[in-house]
């Protein structure tokens, strides 16, 4: 399968600010998601990165909030905005080749809101 | 309403002896599952799946058992290893769903020496 970066890997971010988490994959793929696992708990599926379109995002995530750009089929971003603590997670990227394919993840990124 | 349904948080197993993990379905719909495992500090790697149509795959020492009419399948490990320390996560998906991810909680798996 297709390698998957993601970066930044973990960072510390002060509330009220922003941060774009970028994820590469070295080669094209035809789906792309974010996922949120939060401490303690399962992963949750933020948004379908869906090329050249606006994302699709999953009840409780909204666009303001976690913008989604997807130039191409081999790279996505996802930001973080207006950080509080609550939103101190891992954030992590994965794509499929299509509809019934296994899904792969990044590392993760860590992100720490204080 | 949890669709899938990992009802042991965690499960401590000595080394060499077999590691049976659990999950539960809801949705009748669902015809494909995967487990996942995933150790701290990085992201979940895909382990083994199987599709409706059987009800045992099996690769190495990882074998994964459904049983549909139970809504249950199961992930088993044997002879467990240190290195099978991790929680597991079973996921689910569905056609009417885009294939969309089901997630259960996962479960801890600990090998002890």
């Known amino acids: 399968s297709a390698v998957i970066s993601q970066k930044p890997s973990r960072d510390i971010c002060q509330r009220g600010t922003s941060l774009t988490i970028q994820c590469q994959v070295d080669s094209q793929v035809t789906m792309m998601f974010w996922y949120r696992q939060q401490p303690g708990q399962s992963l949750t599926l933020i948004a379908t990165?869906?090329?050249?379109?606006?994302?699709?995002?999953e009840s409780g995530f909204v666009i303001d909030k976690f913008p989604i750009s997807r130039p191409n089929l081999t790279f996505s971003t996802l930001t973080v905005s207006n950080m509080s603590p609550e939103d101190s997670s891992i954030y992590l990227c994965?794509?499929?080749?299509?509809?019934?394919?296994?899904?792969?993840f990044g590392e993760g990124s860590w992100l720490t809101v204080v | 309403d949890q669709q899938v349904k990992q009802n042991s948080p965690s499960l401590s197993v000595q080394e060499g002896r077999i590691s049976i993990l659990n999950c539960d379905y809801t949705?009748?719909?669902?015809?494909?599952f995967l487990w996942y495992k995933k150790y701290p500090a990085e992201g979940p790697t895909f382990l083994i799946s199987i599709s409706s149509i059987k009800d045992k795959n099996e690769d190495g020492r990882f074998t994964v058992f459904l049983n549909k009419s139970a809504k249950h399948l199961s992930l088993h490990i044997v002879p467990s290893q240190p290195g099978d320390s991790a929680v597991y996560f079973c996921?689910?998906?569905?056609?009417?769903?885009?294939?969309?991810?089901?997630w259960g909680a996962g479960t801890k798996l600990i090998i002890k020496p």
């Open positions: 949705n009748s719909m669902f015809d494909y």
């Open positions: 994965s794509f499929s080749y299509g509809p019934g394919n296994t899904i792969y």
């Open positions: 996921a689910a998906s569905a056609l009417d769903s885009n294939y969309q991810l089901i």
């Open positions: 990165a869906n090329q050249g379109s606006e994302a699709t995002y």
